[in-house]
């Protein structure tokens, strides 16, 4: 999956909470739907976990691409400096 693709899970995740948010918000007072709202809330935390191990995934592909610019600049400096 590239940096992009996990952007978009990224975004898929976090509106799918928010909808989640809203549902648990509106039934949350109806004594009926106690345990639907256990429920919800459980499936809520999985997608937080979700969202924070793909969060990480991508700092490191960024990490990854920074240290990979970085690394390909000090080459092009090197190769500058040498036909000076």
Excluded: C, W
């Amino acid at each position: 999956m590239n940096g992009l693709q996990l952007m978009d899970k990224i975004k898929e995740t976090e509106n799918k909470m928010m909808h989640l948010h809203k549902a648990i918000d509106k039934i949350s007072n109806e004594p009926e739907f106690t345990e639907s709202v256990s429920v919800l809330n459980l499936v809520v935390k999985d997608y937080q976990q979700q969202l924070e191990k793909m969060k990480e995934v991508l700092e490191k592909m960024n990490v990854s691409f920074g240290q990979q610019h970085q690394h390909h600049q000090q080459q092009q400096d090197r190769q500058t400096q040498e036909l000076q």
